[in-house]
């Protein structure tokens, strides 16, 4: 994915937000966060409900691959 949407997300709020502040947030590590936005990891699937619901962020565009993966489940 070349867009990093957590990341964009992070650097638009106003002030800022640092990565331990959006860590912070979403009760995760600044570590996490960095893996994230880096595309090392992807977010869980159980984690990803919260992180959209607090980043306002679809989960489509937070993990396509699982947005796709459950269109195919639907047909």
């Known amino acids: 994915m070349t867009t990093r949407p957590l990341k964009i997300f992070r650097e638009t709020q ?4 640092t990565q331990d502040q959006l860590a912070a947030l979403l009760g995760v590590s600044r570590a996490t966060v960095n ?17 959209s619901e607090k980043t306002g962020i679809p989960p489509a565009t937070l993990r396509p ?5 459950m269109r195919e489940a639907a047909q």
């Open 14 to 17: 106003v002030p800022p937000l």
């Open 65 to 69: 691959d699982l947005a796709a993966l």
């Open 35 to 51: 893996r994230w936005e880096t595309g090392a990891r992807k977010i869980d699937e159980e984690k990803l409900p919260e992180v």
